[in-house]
C-alpha cells in the first residue's frame, strides 16, 4: 500500500506565500500589498490596479488582499495615497516658500498638476483616469480629503480654518485639480493659470489675494 501524501504544516504553506518572505505585522503586510499595486499600476497601468493582480504581484491569494482593502475603490484610493507620500513631502517644502494663504493655495494646485505626469504611479493614473470611474471618484471621496488636509497643514493654519471650512476648502481646490488634469484645455502657461486660479480659486476659498509687495507678484 502506497503511503498517504505528507500534509503540509499551516506554517510551510504561509511561508510558501509573500514569495517566501511572509511580513510579520499587519501594518507591513498593508505596505507591501502596496508596493505590489504601485509596481503593477507603474508597469501596467490602471488594468494593474486590481485586486487579482496585486495578489499576483505579492505571490499572495486575492482573499489575503481584501484582508487589507474591502474592494478594489479601496485599493485604488490607498494606491494613490500611498504614491504620493513623496510628492506630499515636497510639496510641503514647496509651500514653506510663501507666505499668504492665498498663495499657498494657488502654488498647491500648479505643483501637483505639474508634478502628478512625472510620476511614476499618479501619471499612469491619471493618463487613464478618463475611463477609470474608480481613480476619478477616488480624488473628492472622504480618504483623499483627510490625507489632503494633512498634505496641506501648512496652508490650513495660515488660512486660520476650522476643521469644517478646511474641509470644504480643500474639496474645492481638489476638484479644481481633478479638472486640470482630466480637461486641460483651454491650456494656460504658468503664469496665466496662476492668475486665473488667484482670480477664481481664492475667493472660492474665502480667501484674500496677496498684497502687491507679495514676492507671488
Given at each position: 500500500?502506497?503511503?498517504?501524501?505528507?500534509r503540509q504544516?499551516?506554517?510551510?504553506?504561509?511561508?510558501?506565500?509573500?514569495?517566501?518572505?511572509?511580513?510579520?505585522?499587519?501594518?507591513?503586510a498593508?505596505?507591501?500589498?502596496?508596493?505590489?499595486?504601485?509596481?503593477?499600476?507603474?508597469?501596467?497601468?490602471?488594468?494593474?490596479?486590481?485586486?487579482?493582480?496585486?495578489?499576483?504581484?505579492?505571490?499572495?491569494?486575492?482573499?489575503?488582499?481584501?484582508?487589507y482593502?474591502?474592494?478594489?475603490?479601496?485599493?485604488?484610493?490607498?494606491?494613490?495615497?500611498?504614491?504620493?507620500?513623496?510628492?506630499?513631502r515636497?510639496?510641503?517644502e514647496?509651500?514653506r516658500?510663501?507666505?499668504?494663504?492665498?498663495?499657498?493655495?494657488?502654488?498647491?494646485?500648479?505643483?501637483?498638476?505639474?508634478?502628478?505626469?512625472?510620476?511614476?504611479v499618479?501619471?499612469?493614473?491619471?493618463?487613464?483616469a478618463?475611463?477609470?470611474a474608480?481613480?476619478?471618484?477616488?480624488?473628492?471621496?472622504?480618504?483623499?480629503?483627510?490625507?489632503?488636509?494633512?498634505?496641506?497643514?501648512?496652508?490650513?493654519?495660515?488660512?486660520?480654518?476650522?476643521?469644517?471650512?478646511?474641509?470644504?476648502?480643500i474639496?474645492?481646490?481638489?476638484?479644481?485639480?481633478?479638472?486640470?488634469?482630466?480637461?486641460?484645455?483651454?491650456?494656460?502657461?504658468?503664469?496665466?493659470?496662476?492668475?486665473?486660479?488667484?482670480?477664481?480659486?481664492?475667493?472660492?476659498?474665502?480667501?484674500?489675494?496677496?498684497?502687491?509687495?507679495?514676492?507671488?507678484?
Open positions: 500500500m502506497a503511503p498517504s501524501p505528507r504544516s499551516p506554517r510551510a504553506r504561509r511561508t510558501r506565500a509573500w514569495a517566501g518572505d511572509p511580513p510579520t505585522p499587519h501594518a507591513g498593508r505596505e507591501r500589498l502596496l508596493d505590489a499595486a504601485a509596481r503593477r499600476v507603474a508597469r501596467d497601468g490602471m488594468a494593474g490596479a486590481n485586486v487579482a493582480a496585486v495578489a499576483a504581484e505579492a505571490g499572495v491569494s486575492r482573499p489575503t488582499v481584501y484582508r482593502f474591502a474592494d478594489r475603490q479601496a485599493l485604488v484610493e490607498a494606491t494613490m495615497m500611498h504614491a504620493g507620500r513623496d510628492l506630499t515636497r510639496l510641503g514647496h509651500l516658500g510663501f507666505r499668504s494663504p492665498a498663495e499657498m493655495a494657488v502654488e498647491a494646485v500648479c505643483f501637483v498638476r505639474r508634478e502628478i505626469p512625472r510620476e511614476p499618479l501619471g499612469a493614473m491619471w493618463r487613464e478618463l475611463l477609470d474608480g481613480a476619478v471618484a477616488s480624488t473628492t471621496r472622504r480618504p483623499a480629503i483627510a490625507w489632503s488636509r494633512h498634505a496641506l497643514q501648512d496652508l490650513v493654519r495660515a488660512a486660520g480654518w476650522s476643521r469644517e471650512q478646511a474641509g470644504e476648502a474639496e474645492v481646490m481638489l476638484r479644481m485639480l481633478l479638472s486640470l488634469l482630466v480637461a486641460p484645455e483651454p491650456r494656460r502657461g504658468e503664469a496665466a493659470l496662476r492668475a486665473f486660479l488667484m482670480r477664481r480659486l481664492v475667493p472660492a476659498l474665502g480667501l484674500s489675494p496677496p498684497s502687491r509687495s507679495s514676492r507671488w507678484t
